[in-house]
């Protein structure tokens, strides 16, 4: 059994002071935590009005043995640490020793405990601070707390809470991210008389986003899993298309504390900046485990912030880990799938006639593609074997390996390209990849400071608004690293003599003003790197907007190296450049795959 002590006063100033019972969600935060701290592996949490008239949280912990029971209700008191040196290594959630003193001093509470060794439990009733039962009672092991009519005896404070339905929605978030922290704690939340929320316990991460989140961010999830020196990180990101306008889907634990922390959400940021639109955020559910020597968990009275002690390190790693595990084919937005595991489709199951047929039009409509495109080439070929016909064009883009792996189908609405590539449909957005392949193309030369430029001949002159030209002028540098060479004319006449290699095709003053207009609307950086980097996107995105035409063959080099990028599922502005249907989906589809 944890003997309970009340902490020295040098203890006291060290930890960090502020209320933490200010509302109903704290209330249940701080008799939550408690339980988990008991090592309880099944909690009851049962509210109603909000919390604000009743609160009962029910665990099968250790309990309190009944001669400390009353300690444990005096403020400072706790069995978590001893003094101030504790503090360093100490790994449970609490440790303040305040929570049942403050929050019996500003409700009614009754307490009932029964520890393993004790033969009877206790009943324990306090109201706002004062005693008013101390007796024996019937329970079974573990400890139950009822909060009653919180703040009656501070009307203040009580006209500040908010709704009751607000002030239970800060709850029903509360048990979500407890569910999430403790996959091996059974949970059930009980809002007002309906059981709202429940968990296994049987540690399965995934499930427990199930059943908190629903089924479509279950579905849209990559695992992580990765140590570091003492550091561990795991769990699941979501694939960019799961990302909201706000922060709330980042949802990340240290040591299993539910925590806010700028540092993360800078590496999420970064580790995201290539996938995501701006002002987008990820969903993540992100484990990490350090040790405790390396966190200070007592900054803040409700311990929701943490300062690491070797934060820089921290984020490079978590960008690593993020990044490797974006980097991955399964990140090509799946229209369809399922949570549930897929069932294995036996071969004999499916019914192959029709499909034969299907494979034979796509076939023969993908031969009078190519043929007509062949025979423009060189009309003595024969054009029969469409991989044959295909290695007649050896390209530096079209390796042997790529043709075996995709095979263009066509085009579709002058705009997407119908792709079979690994036993699924991809279909690729043009534009989008052609903004793609040239951004990365400018970006890898601005890396290694090549030279990213290419004359025109004569100079095109251009002429710009008052603004327009003060952007230019003071950014004149920055155009100039990506490949513009812009230069007064007279009056508001400029000249651009130079253009990145990348857009030569294009005519520049085509899409120069409509570049202007984009670079100017954001926010100006002072960093050289990030204008730079806006200009290339602004520059391609800018100069692929015209409706161009591509041959089945150009399409199919763009393609090949749009492949072989390190992202090449999203452009520069986050937007997905391709799209697939697993032939499962597909089969599905059409009904001869029934679940
Ligand atoms: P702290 O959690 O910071 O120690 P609290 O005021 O929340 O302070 O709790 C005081 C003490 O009461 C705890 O240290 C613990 O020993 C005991 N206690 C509180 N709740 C429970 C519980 N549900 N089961 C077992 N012991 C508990
Ligand atoms: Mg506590």
């Given at each position: 059994?944890?003997?309970i002590?009340?902490l020295d006063?040098?203890?006291?100033d060290?930890?960090?002071?502020?209320?933490?019972v200010e509302r109903?969600?704290?209330?249940?935060k701080?008799l939550?935590e408690?339980?988990i701290?008991?090592?309880?592996?099944?909690?009851?949490?049962?509210?109603?009005d909000?919390g604000?008239?009743?609160i009962?949280?029910?665990?099968?912990g250790?309990g309190?043995?009944?001669?400390?029971?009353?300690?444990?209700?005096?403020?400072?008191?706790?069995?978590?640490i001893?003094?101030?040196?504790?503090?360093?290594?100490?790994?449970?959630?609490?440790f303040r020793?305040?929570a049942?003193s403050s929050i019996?001093?500003?409700g009614?509470?009754?307490?009932?405990?029964?520890?393993?060794?004790?033969?009877?439990?206790?009943r324990?009733?306090v109201e706002g601070?004062?005693?008013?039962v101390?007796?024996?009672?019937g329970i079974?092991?573990?400890?139950?707390?009822?909060v009653r009519?919180l703040?009656?005896?501070?009307?203040?404070?009580k006209?500040?809470?908010k709704?009751?339905?607000?002030?239970?929605?800060?709850?029903t978030?509360?048990?979500?991210?407890?569910i999430?922290?403790?996959?091996?704690?059974?949970?059930?939340?009980?809002?007002?008389?309906?059981v709202?929320?429940q968990?296994s316990?049987?540690?399965?991460?995934?499930?427990?986003?199930?059943?908190?989140?629903?089924r479509d961010?279950?579905?849209?999830?990559i695992?992580?899993?990765s140590?570091r020196?003492?550091?561990?990180?795991?769990?699941?990101?979501?694939?960019p298309e799961?990302a909201?306008?706000?922060?709330n889907?980042?949802?990340?634990?240290?040591n299993?504390?539910?925590?806010?922390?700028?540092?993360?959400?800078r590496a999420?940021?970064?580790?995201?900046?290539?996938y995501?639109?701006?002002?987008?955020?990820?969903t993540?559910f992100?484990?990490?485990?350090?040790?405790?020597?390396?966190?200070?968990?007592n900054?803040?009275?409700?311990k929701?912030?943490?300062?690491f002690?070797?934060?820089?390190a921290l984020?490079?790693?978590i960008?690593d880990?993020i990044?490797?595990?974006?980097?991955n084919k399964?990140?090509?937005?799946?229209?369809?799938?399922?949570?549930?595991e897929?069932?294995s489709?036996?071969e004999?199951?499916?019914?192959?006639?029709p499909?034969?047929?299907?494979n034979?039009i796509?076939?023969?409509?993908?031969?009078?593609?190519?043929?007509?495109e062949?025979?423009?080439e060189?009309e003595?070929?024969?054009i029969n074997?469409?991989?044959?016909?295909?290695?007649l064009?050896?390209?530096?883009?079209?390796?042997?390996?790529s043709?075996?792996k995709?095979?263009?189908?066509?085009?579709l609405?002058?705009t997407y390209?119908?792709?079979?590539?690994e036993?699924?449909?991809?279909i690729?957005?043009?534009?989008a990849?052609?903004?793609?392949?040239?951004?990365?193309?400018?970006?890898?030369k601005?890396?290694n400071?090549?030279?990213?430029s290419?004359?025109?001949?004569?100079p095109?002159?251009?002429?710009?608004?008052?603004?327009e030209a003060?952007y230019?002028t003071?950014?004149?540098?920055?155009?100039l690293?990506?490949?513009?060479?812009?230069?007064?004319?007279g009056?508001l006449?400029?000249?651009?003599?130079t253009?990145?290699?990348?857009?030569?095709?294009?005519n520049?003053?085509?899409?120069?003003?409509?570049?202007?207009d984009?670079?100017?609307?954001?926010k100006n950086?002072?960093?050289?790197?990030?204008v730079n980097?806006?200009i290339?996107?602004?520059a391609?995105k800018?100069s692929?907007?015209?409706n161009?035409?591509?041959?089945?063959?150009e399409?199919?080099?763009l393609i090949?190296?749009?492949l072989?990028l390190e992202?090449?599922?999203?452009c520069p502005?986050?937007r997905?450049t391709?799209?697939?249907?697993?032939?499962?989906?597909?089969?599905?589809?059409?009904?001869?795959?029934?679940?």
């Open positions: 059994m944890k003997n002590n009340i006063s040098n203890t006291i060290k930890i960090a002071a502020g209320e933490v109903p969600s704290a209330v249940v701080e939550v408690n339980s701290d008991a090592n309880a592996d099944a909690v009851t949490i049962e509210i109603k909000g604000i008239s009743f009962r949280i029910t665990d099968n250790e309190i043995d009944r001669s400390q029971i009353k300690k444990a209700f005096m403020r400072h008191a706790t069995s978590k001893k003094s101030v040196e504790d503090l360093i290594s100490v790994t449970s959630l609490g020793g305040e049942l019996s001093a500003v009614k509470v009754e307490f009932l405990t029964k520890t393993k060794t004790d033969f009877i439990g206790t324990y009733v601070g004062r005693e008013c101390f007796e024996d009672a079974p092991d573990g400890t139950t707390i009822i009519d703040f009656f005896n501070v009307p203040a404070r006209k500040f809470l709704s009751p339905s607000s002030e239970g929605n800060n709850i978030e509360l048990i979500e991210h407890m999430l922290s403790h996959p091996n704690i059974s949970f059930k939340y009980i809002y007002n008389g309906n709202k929320l968990s316990g049987k540690n399965d991460i995934k499930s427990c986003i199930y059943n908190v989140y629903g961010i279950a579905n849209g999830l695992e992580v899993k140590i020196d003492d550091i561990s990180i795991h769990g699941f990101i979501g694939k799961l909201r306008a706000t922060r889907f980042e949802i990340y634990f240290v299993n504390r539910f925590i806010k922390s700028t540092l993360i959400d999420l940021e970064e580790a995201y900046k290539d995501l639109m701006l002002h987008k955020y990820p993540v992100l484990y990490f485990e350090i040790p405790s020597h390396l966190i200070d968990v900054v803040h009275p409700t929701r912030e943490i300062r002690f070797e934060g820089e984020k490079c790693y960008v880990v990044k490797n595990a974006l980097i399964e990140l090509i937005k799946e229209i369809v799938e399922e949570y549930h897929k069932p489709v036996k004999s199951e499916i019914n192959k006639e499909f034969e047929t299907i034979h796509i076939e023969s409509s993908y031969n009078n593609y190519y043929s007509s062949i025979e423009k060189d003595s070929t024969d074997d469409k991989n044959e016909q295909l290695t064009f050896d390209d530096k883009f079209i390796s042997e390996e043709i075996k995709h095979r263009i189908i066509g085009q609405f002058n390209w119908l792709i079979e590539f036993n699924k449909l991809f690729v957005d043009q534009h990849a052609h903004e793609k392949v040239n951004y990365e193309r400018l970006i890898k601005l890396r400071n090549e030279n990213c290419q004359n025109i001949y004569p095109i002159v251009v002429s710009l608004s008052n603004a003060q230019v003071k950014y004149n540098e920055n155009f690293n990506v490949g513009f060479t812009i230069e007064h004319f009056g006449d400029y000249t651009i003599s253009v990145p290699m990348e857009l030569l095709s294009q520049p003053a085509d899409y120069f003003h409509e570049m202007l984009e670079l100017m609307e954001g950086s002072k960093e050289t790197e990030t980097l806006k290339a996107t602004m391609c800018a692929v907007k015209g161009m035409h591509l041959s089945v063959f399409a199919d080099k090949s190296e749009l072989t992202n090449p599922y999203n502005h986050g997905p391709i799209i697939s249907f697993s032939k499962y989906e597909i089969e599905k589809m059409f009904k001869r795959i029934v679940n």
